[in-house]
Protein backbone atom coordinates (compact mmCIF):
# COMPACT_ATOMS: atom_id res chain seq x y z
CA UNK A 1 0.00 0.00 0.00
CA UNK A 2 1.24 3.17 -0.62
CA UNK A 3 2.15 5.89 1.47
CA UNK A 4 0.92 9.12 0.36
CA UNK A 5 -0.66 9.88 -3.05
CA UNK A 6 -0.20 13.08 -4.89
CA UNK A 7 -2.32 14.21 -7.50
CA UNK A 8 -0.71 15.80 -10.55
CA UNK A 9 -1.80 18.19 -13.14
CA UNK A 10 0.56 19.09 -15.97
CA UNK A 11 0.43 18.99 -20.14
CA UNK A 12 -0.50 16.34 -22.35
CA UNK A 13 2.35 18.30 -24.57
CA UNK A 14 5.90 18.14 -23.04
CA UNK A 15 6.53 22.24 -24.08
CA UNK A 16 9.71 23.48 -25.34
CA UNK A 17 11.76 23.77 -22.62
CA UNK A 18 13.83 20.38 -21.68
CA UNK A 19 13.74 21.49 -18.29
CA UNK A 20 10.12 20.90 -17.86
CA UNK A 21 10.34 17.13 -18.99
CA UNK A 22 13.09 16.50 -16.54
CA UNK A 23 10.43 18.00 -13.90
CA UNK A 24 8.29 15.43 -14.65
CA UNK A 25 10.14 12.84 -14.75
CA UNK A 26 12.02 14.02 -11.54
CA UNK A 27 8.24 14.64 -9.56
CA UNK A 28 7.72 10.81 -10.97
CA UNK A 29 10.94 9.27 -9.65
CA UNK A 30 10.76 10.92 -6.32
CA UNK A 31 7.53 9.70 -5.72
CA UNK A 32 8.34 6.52 -6.96
CA UNK A 33 11.61 6.14 -4.60
CA UNK A 34 9.36 7.32 -1.27
CA UNK A 35 7.04 4.57 -1.44
CA UNK A 36 4.00 6.82 -2.94
CA UNK A 37 1.29 6.74 -5.22
CA UNK A 38 1.21 8.56 -8.68
CA UNK A 39 -2.79 10.30 -9.18
CA UNK A 40 -3.26 11.82 -12.41
CA UNK A 41 -5.72 12.45 -15.70
CA UNK A 42 -4.57 9.18 -17.03
CA UNK A 43 -2.90 9.81 -20.76
CA UNK A 44 0.20 8.95 -21.69
CA UNK A 45 1.49 11.69 -23.88
CA UNK A 46 3.51 15.08 -22.83
CA UNK A 47 4.18 15.60 -19.64
CA UNK A 48 1.49 13.50 -18.08
CA UNK A 49 3.39 10.31 -19.75
CA UNK A 50 6.31 11.02 -18.41
CA UNK A 51 5.97 11.64 -14.85
CA UNK A 52 3.50 7.97 -15.03
CA UNK A 53 6.27 6.14 -16.90
CA UNK A 54 8.86 7.49 -13.85
CA UNK A 55 6.87 6.75 -11.22
CA UNK A 56 6.61 3.05 -12.58
CA UNK A 57 9.88 2.47 -13.14
CA UNK A 58 10.75 3.79 -9.30
CA UNK A 59 8.52 1.81 -8.25
CA UNK A 60 6.03 3.66 -7.62
CA UNK A 61 1.77 2.86 -8.29
CA UNK A 62 0.15 5.01 -10.55
CA UNK A 63 -3.64 5.88 -10.65
CA UNK A 64 -5.01 7.12 -14.07
CA UNK A 65 -8.44 8.76 -13.90
CA UNK A 66 -9.48 9.35 -17.72
CA UNK A 67 -12.73 10.00 -19.63
CA UNK A 68 -14.56 7.46 -22.21
CA UNK A 69 -14.26 10.07 -24.88
CA UNK A 70 -10.49 10.20 -24.34
CA UNK A 71 -10.02 6.65 -23.85
CA UNK A 72 -11.97 6.21 -26.69
CA UNK A 73 -9.22 8.16 -28.84
CA UNK A 74 -6.75 5.78 -27.55
CA UNK A 75 -5.03 8.50 -25.02
CA UNK A 76 -5.13 6.56 -21.84
CA UNK A 77 -2.02 4.75 -20.92
CA UNK A 78 -2.37 1.00 -20.39
CA UNK A 79 0.56 1.22 -18.12
CA UNK A 80 -0.89 2.33 -15.27
CA UNK A 81 -0.93 0.49 -12.02
CA UNK A 82 -5.04 0.61 -11.99
CA UNK A 83 -6.52 2.51 -14.73
CA UNK A 84 -10.03 3.96 -14.56
CA UNK A 85 -12.22 5.07 -17.30
CA UNK A 86 -14.92 7.55 -16.05
CA UNK A 87 -18.09 8.63 -18.27
CA UNK A 88 -16.97 12.87 -17.74
CA UNK A 89 -14.68 15.40 -16.79
CA UNK A 90 -16.09 16.10 -13.45
CA UNK A 91 -15.90 12.75 -12.51
CA UNK A 92 -12.91 12.33 -12.98
CA UNK A 93 -11.63 15.74 -11.46
CA UNK A 94 -13.92 14.47 -8.37
CA UNK A 95 -11.74 10.74 -8.35
CA UNK A 96 -8.69 12.40 -8.47
CA UNK A 97 -9.39 14.85 -6.04
CA UNK A 98 -10.29 11.87 -3.47
CA UNK A 99 -6.94 9.43 -4.01
CA UNK A 100 -5.09 12.42 -3.36
CA UNK A 101 -3.31 13.60 -0.52
CA UNK A 102 -1.99 16.78 -1.99
CA UNK A 103 -2.32 17.84 -5.10
CA UNK A 104 0.75 19.28 -7.74
CA UNK A 105 0.65 21.75 -10.82
CA UNK A 106 3.44 21.10 -13.27
CA UNK A 107 3.57 23.27 -16.83
CA UNK A 108 0.93 22.81 -18.74
CA UNK A 109 -1.77 24.67 -20.76
CA UNK A 110 -5.64 25.37 -20.16
CA UNK A 111 -6.29 21.83 -18.33
CA UNK A 112 -3.90 22.12 -16.16
CA UNK A 113 -4.96 25.68 -15.18
CA UNK A 114 -7.96 24.81 -14.55
CA UNK A 115 -7.72 21.82 -12.30
CA UNK A 116 -5.04 23.75 -10.15
CA UNK A 117 -7.12 26.77 -10.05
CA UNK A 118 -10.49 24.61 -8.88
CA UNK A 119 -8.33 22.82 -6.09
CA UNK A 120 -7.48 25.61 -4.78
CA UNK A 121 -10.81 27.24 -4.83
CA UNK A 122 -11.60 24.17 -2.76
CA UNK A 123 -9.17 24.38 -0.39
CA UNK A 124 -10.09 27.85 0.69
CA UNK A 125 -14.11 27.14 0.82
CA UNK A 126 -13.30 24.15 3.02
CA UNK A 127 -14.13 21.05 0.58
CA UNK A 128 -11.17 19.98 1.71
CA UNK A 129 -8.06 20.74 3.45
CA UNK A 130 -4.96 19.04 1.37
CA UNK A 131 -1.83 21.07 0.32
CA UNK A 132 -1.88 22.34 -3.46
CA UNK A 133 1.80 22.84 -4.89
CA UNK A 134 2.31 25.28 -7.97
CA UNK A 135 6.24 23.99 -9.49
CA UNK A 136 7.37 27.05 -10.86
CA UNK A 137 10.29 25.30 -13.67
CA UNK A 138 12.39 28.23 -15.11
CA UNK A 139 9.71 30.85 -14.37
CA UNK A 140 6.87 29.07 -16.05
CA UNK A 141 4.45 30.82 -13.89
CA UNK A 142 6.56 33.80 -12.73
CA UNK A 143 3.83 36.20 -14.65
CA UNK A 144 0.94 34.22 -12.66
CA UNK A 145 2.21 34.29 -9.93
CA UNK A 146 2.82 38.08 -10.47
CA UNK A 147 -0.73 38.49 -11.61
CA UNK A 148 -2.15 36.82 -9.00
CA UNK A 149 -0.01 39.05 -6.44
CA UNK A 150 -1.93 42.20 -7.94
CA UNK A 151 -5.23 40.48 -7.10
CA UNK A 152 -4.44 40.74 -3.18
CA UNK A 153 -3.09 44.40 -3.90
CA UNK A 154 -6.55 44.80 -5.55
CA UNK A 155 -8.13 43.21 -3.15
CA UNK A 156 -9.66 40.46 -4.87
CA UNK A 157 -7.99 37.88 -2.82
CA UNK A 158 -6.04 38.01 0.60
CA UNK A 159 -2.95 36.61 1.59
CA UNK A 160 -4.43 34.42 3.14
CA UNK A 161 -6.08 32.74 0.07
CA UNK A 162 -2.41 33.09 -1.56
CA UNK A 163 -0.93 31.38 1.66
CA UNK A 164 -2.88 28.16 0.75
CA UNK A 165 -0.54 27.48 -2.27
CA UNK A 166 3.44 26.21 -1.89
CA UNK A 167 5.31 27.64 -4.77
CA UNK A 168 8.75 26.56 -5.50
CA UNK A 169 11.35 26.25 -8.38
CA UNK A 170 13.18 22.85 -7.02
CA UNK A 171 11.09 19.39 -7.12
CA UNK A 172 12.33 17.88 -4.46
CA UNK A 173 11.45 20.58 -1.83
CA UNK A 174 8.41 21.19 -2.82
CA UNK A 175 7.00 17.56 -2.87
CA UNK A 176 8.51 17.24 0.48
CA UNK A 177 6.65 20.28 1.77
CA UNK A 178 3.68 19.18 0.37
CA UNK A 179 3.88 15.77 1.71
CA UNK A 180 4.74 16.88 4.56
CA UNK A 181 2.02 19.47 5.00
CA UNK A 182 -0.61 16.55 4.45
CA UNK A 183 0.77 14.78 7.35
CA UNK A 184 3.16 12.05 5.78
CA UNK A 185 6.70 11.83 6.27
CA UNK A 186 8.27 10.52 3.45
CA UNK A 187 11.51 8.30 3.55
CA UNK A 188 13.00 6.48 0.49
CA UNK A 189 11.22 3.30 -0.54
CA UNK A 190 13.97 0.51 -0.21
CA UNK A 191 12.58 -1.42 -3.41
CA UNK A 192 13.69 1.30 -5.69
CA UNK A 193 16.67 2.28 -4.36
Known amino acids: MPAFSVCVYCGSRSGINPSFVQAARTVGTWIGQHGG ?3 YGGGKAGLMGIVAEAT ?3 KGSVVGIIPRAMAEKEWANPACTELHIVDTMHDRKRMMAE ?3 AFLALPGGIGTFEEFFEVWA ?3 L ?3 DKPVGLLNIDGYYDSLLTFLASTVEQQFMSDWQ ?4 HTDSTPHALLQRIVQDAGFTPSPHLDAI
Do not use: S
Request: glycine share 10%.
Open 37 to 39: QLV
Open 56 to 58: LAA
Open 99 to 101: RAD
Open 122 to 124: WRQ
Open 126 to 128: GFH
Open 162 to 165: MGLI
